[in-house]
C-alpha cells in the first residue's frame, strides 16, 4: 500500500515536470512555425 502511493506521488511528480518541460518546448516551436509568417 505504501509502495503504491509512494509511486503515485512519484508519477505526479514526473508528470508536473514533463508538462513543465513540453509547456517549455511547445511554446518554442510554436514561435518557431509561425517565424515565417511574420517575415
Known amino acids: ?3 503504491g502511493i509512494h509511486f503515485q506521488l512519484n508519477m505526479e511528480i514526473f508528470f508536473a515536470i514533463f508538462w513543465k518541460i513540453y509547456e517549455h518546448y ?3 516551436l ?3 512555425v ?3 509568417c511574420y517575415i
Do not use: A, D, Q, V
Open 1 to 3: 500500500m505504501c509502495k
Open 26 to 28: 511547445f511554446f518554442i
Open 30 to 32: 510554436m514561435n518557431f
Open 34 to 36: 509561425t517565424l515565417p
